[in-house]
């Protein structure tokens, strides 16, 4: 009985160890660039090719760069597909003249791509843009989706926050609002998509802004980011829609949303729960690019979702 007071008195004054690291491989991950629809298309990959796939959808004015740091972590149990759109990363970015920069698009070539790889079967991570380009291909082919994960990829009208009831003014008249665009694609903008919410700014990579920023200055980007911002009015109108085919259909789904983004708003997320009450919805003390601070705490929460959901 002594030793077994011992024993819990120790197990009480013994402080808890931290968790393991998680294991993480990057020797899988190749880069690619194929055509689709006659446009060039890049993508990152990872992972066994015959294990459960992921497809990874990025943000504005981001590519699949966004993921480096969640790839290795996933790919030690899944397959992963991250592509960049067209006028976005190493993708080609043909003059909207040639190529229409709508969502619908974006959608048609981004599933003409995983048609052209024989993915068939597919769990999807939505942030920002990914959402619009991930819904439209969920329900042109509602029977591949497995799981559905969710970052900051918005689907309900209270998601939106303040900077909103602007673009809508861009919406209702383009020609009249330049200056939406202007701020859209400012330099400050881009930084601030990444610090603001943030209590640990420490943990953002300059090189992410800095990057887009140049990205965003390149000829002809003008054009086609003021023709995707103008066609996101399509977005909201289809929320009713994205909405019923969630309540209908009830994906297993889990969403990490970091609580402090000032563009798609805390009760983003929790709207969810109205058409999908089983969902597991996470609130994170980050902003809107929310993996460049919490990548292993969303990772952990991605790996244990998808084995409870096997498929």
């Known amino acids: 009985m002594f030793q077994q007071l011992a024993a819990l008195a120790l197990s009480a004054a013994t402080p808890a160890l931290p968790a393991p690291p998680l294991p993480s491989t990057s020797a899988t991950t190749s880069f690619h660039k194929v055509q689709v629809e006659g446009v060039g298309i890049f993508y990152r990959e990872a992972g066994p090719r015959d294990a459960p796939t992921i497809v990874l959808l990025h943000g504005f004015p981001s590519s699949s760069r966004e993921f480096n740091n969640l790839i290795p972590l996933l790919a030690t149990r899944y397959h992963l597909i991250a592509p960049d759109y067209p006028g976005f990363g190493q993708s080609d970015a043909p003059s909207p003249d040639t190529y229409r920069y709508s969502f619908d698009h974006l959608a048609q070539t981004t599933g003409a791509l995983l048609?052209?790889?024989?993915i068939r079967r597919y769990s999807l991570y939505l942030h920002d843009y990914g959402a619009p380009v991930g819904y439209r291909m969920i329900l042109a082919h509602p029977e591949r989706l497995q799981a559905l994960i969710v970052q900051n990829g918005n689907a309900y009208r209270e998601g939106l926050g303040p900077k909103w009831t602007r673009i809508a003014e861009y919406w209702a008249a383009p020609a009249a609002h330049p200056e939406v665009v202007d701020a859209f694609l400012s330099f400050d903008a881009t930084k601030q998509r990444h610090l603001a919410g943030t209590r640990h700014p420490e943990r953002y990579d300059p090189d992410s802004w800095t990057d887009e920023a140049a990205h965003l200055a390149l000829p002809g980007q003008?054009?086609?980011?003021?023709a995707l911002l103008y066609d996101y009015r399509t977005n909201v109108a289809a929320y009713p829609v994205w909405q019923a085919w969630l309540r209908?259909?009830?994906?297993?789904?889990?969403?990490?949303?970091?609580a402090n983004d000032p563009s798609f708003v805390a009760a983003g997320a929790e709207a969810y729960r109205r058409d999908l009450p089983d969902a597991e919805i996470q609130l994170l003390d980050?902003?809107?690019?929310?993996?460049?601070?919490a990548t292993d705490a969303i990772a952990q929460r991605i790996l244990d979702f998808l084995a409870r959901h096997p498929g």
């Open 286 to 293: 980050a902003g809107h690019f929310a993996l460049d601070e």
């Open 248 to 258: 209908t259909h009830r994906p297993p789904t889990l969403v990490a949303w970091g």
């Open 222 to 226: 003008r054009a086609i980011q003021a």
């Open 115 to 118: 048609d052209q790889l024989g």
